[in-house]
Nanobody
Framework: QVYLEESGGGLVQAGGSLRLSCRAS?????VFWGLEMGWYRQVAGNQ?????????????KYSDSVKGRFTISRDTNRRAVYLQMNSLKPEDTAVYYC????????WGQGTQVTVST
């Protein structure tokens, strides 16, 4: 089990930016190095959907809805993964969850992102 803590959510106007952070501070470095990390989001009443993932080698994948606006990155030494969100739209409003999979797995508690018109 990988323990994940997210931060950085909040309220922003459409067109604005936010940066989400996720730390796996209780995970040893050698385990974190091999994890695939991702961000997912969920709107109440809907299924959780993929936003972006990044492998331990740095290969990234994005949903079509965020491609070109969001950037996922990771800092292995800090055991952290980030989601830079630019040009935010009201439809990006959701609870965003950090995810780890591989030798360990886990979900964060979620952080709310609200984009106003």
């Amino acid at each position: 089990q990988v323990y994940l803590e997210e931060s950085g959510g909040g309220l922003v106007q459409a067109g604005g930016s936010l940066r989400l952070s996720c730390r796996a501070s209780r995970t040893i470095l050698s385990v974190f190095w091999g994890l695939e990390m991702g961000w997912y989001r969920q709107v109440a009443g809907n299924q959780r959907e993929l936003v972006a993932t990044i492998t331990h080698e740095g290969t990234t994948k994005y949903s079509d809805s965020v491609k070109g606006r969001f950037t996922i990155s990771r800092d292995t030494n800090r055991r952290a993964v980030y989601l830079q969100m630019n040009s935010l739209k009201p439809e990006d409003t959701a609870v965003y969850y950090c995810n780890a999979r591989g030798q360990g797995q886990g979900w964060g508690q979620g952080t709310q992102v609200t984009v106003s018109t």
